[in-house]
């Protein structure tokens, strides 16, 4: 009898792998399953029996035909093709579940299982979505004054990658709850609505995986605030630039005066000692008389001179 059986059930699967029947339990859609790269995923059935599962058989759909992976039978897993999953195949639940270990991207397709149960064959179908492992997103927020005068902050987040089962949403913490904002990578919120330093959080998945980065708003004159140290310094910086240069040019004048004071100073005593000494040491009065006027410069100086050679003329009469 049971020779019967596994020659029938051999036969079904066969049937199966040539005509392609035998999807998601007679026809219908095959289950979906997710996982992540570099973890493990379990096929599991729905299934309500009150018998025992006699023996299943595991295959894999590649280019339109199924290639038979594994089978569970006498309480044992066997592997059948070794090319494929190789080291990565496991039996679960009395054989009823295959798990797939350090899964890769190209993992991804449609899994058949057959069961024998009793003298009937069921089989259910699996349809396996591998997807990267999303990064943690990474927020940008801009702060804007509108019209009103009332600050606007634009939050966008995002994650390097383009795959079309991505969503984005937005959720914000309000009295101890997280409640949905929005959806959507990029949202605008208004301080007349939401109160300065509530948190917001972006969330950011796929089937596979979920993550999420928090932010905290602030205003726009507090978002400004680490630049007033440098402002500070900008100003003292100029301050001082100003009172160099007025030194400098205080310095300059001042030595500029000094000069041309010390050059006057030079000329004037160099004049008074010319029209002092050059008539005394003229021996003819003629000569000296006409000296004198010749250089005549100063009154004052000019009388003195006079006066010099008056005295000497008058000295050697006596």
């Known amino acids: 009898m049971m020779t019967f059986i596994g020659l029938f059930f051999i036969l079904w699967a066969s049937f199966l792998i040539t005509w392609g029947g035998g999807g998601g339990g007679g026809g ?38 199924k290639i038979i992976l594994a089978e569970f039978r006498d309480q ?11 080291n990565r195949l496991e039996e679960s639940n009395s054989g009823t579940a295959l798990l797939i270990r350090e899964l ?26 591998v997807l990267e492992p999303l990064p943690i ?15 606007l902050f634009h939050l966008h987040c995002s994650v390097p990658s383009n795959s079309p089962t ?20 990029t949202i605008t919120v208004s301080l007349k609505d939401k109160a300065l330093g509530a948190e917001f959080t972006c969330w950011v998945q796929n089937p596979a995986h979920r993550n999420n980065v928090s932010v905290v708003l ?17 100003s003292l910086f100029s301050v001082g630039l100003v009172c160099l240069i007025i030194a ?3 310095a300059v004048y001042k030595a500029v005066y000094s000069r041309r004071k010390q050059i006057m100073q030079n000329i004037k005593e160099d ?20 000296n004198i006027s010749n250089n005549r410069t100063m009154g004052e100086n000019t009388e003195y001179t006079v006066l010099v050679a008056n005295n000497g003329i008058n000295g050697e009469e006596q």
């Open 28 to 65: 219908d859609v095959p289950l979906p399953v997710t996982g992540r790269v570099g973890e493990t995923v379990s096929l599991t059935p729905r299934l309500n029996l009150s018998h025992p599962i006699d023996k299943v058989t595991w295959m894999f759909h590649v280019n339109g035909e």
């Open 76 to 86: 044992k897993f066997i592997r059948v093709n070794e090319n494929y999953f190789p």
């Open 104 to 129: 890769r991207m190209e993992d991804s397709g449609i899994f058949t299982a057959l069961f024998l149960v009793n003298g009937e064959m069921r089989d259910i179908s699996y349809n396996l979505t």
């Open 137 to 151: 997103p990474t927020p940008v927020i801009k702060k804007t004054l509108d019209g009103n005068s009332t600050d």
């Open 166 to 185: 991505l969503s984005y949403s937005w959720t914000y913490r309000d009295t101890g709850t997280d409640r949905l904002y929005a959806n959507g990578s």
């Open 218 to 234: 602030k205003s726009c004159e507090t978002g400004r605030g680490y630049l007033q140290p440098l402002k500070i310094a900008m």
């Open 248 to 250: 400098v040019c205080l």
């Open 271 to 290: 004049i008074i000692y010319r029209d002092i000494l050059w008539p005394v040491s003229t021996i003819n009065l003629g000569t000296s008389e006409q």
